[in-house]
């Protein structure tokens, strides 16, 4: 997400291993694989910028500068 900037205003999906690994890490893959396909849904990118930048930025809204 944070390789391209223009991100930052758009939808951002993640990755099923990136999924996997945020969310389906205690079932197996097949398991991971039916809910990352019935319950993904793309977010905004703007929360991922705020935190990736947060110590850099004091008008952050990231809690814990």
Do not use: K, W
Request: charged content about 15%.
């Amino acid at each position: 997400m944070l390789t391209n900037p223009a991100n930052r205003h758009r939808a951002v999906a993640l990755t099923f291993e990136q999924f996997h690994c945020g969310f389906g890490n205690a079932v197996s893959d097949d398991e991971a694989r039916q809910l990352y396909e019935q319950y993904h849904v793309a977010g905004s990118g703007i929360p991922i910028f705020q935190a990736a930048f947060a110590n850099f930025n004091p008008r952050t809204d990231a809690p814990g500068r």
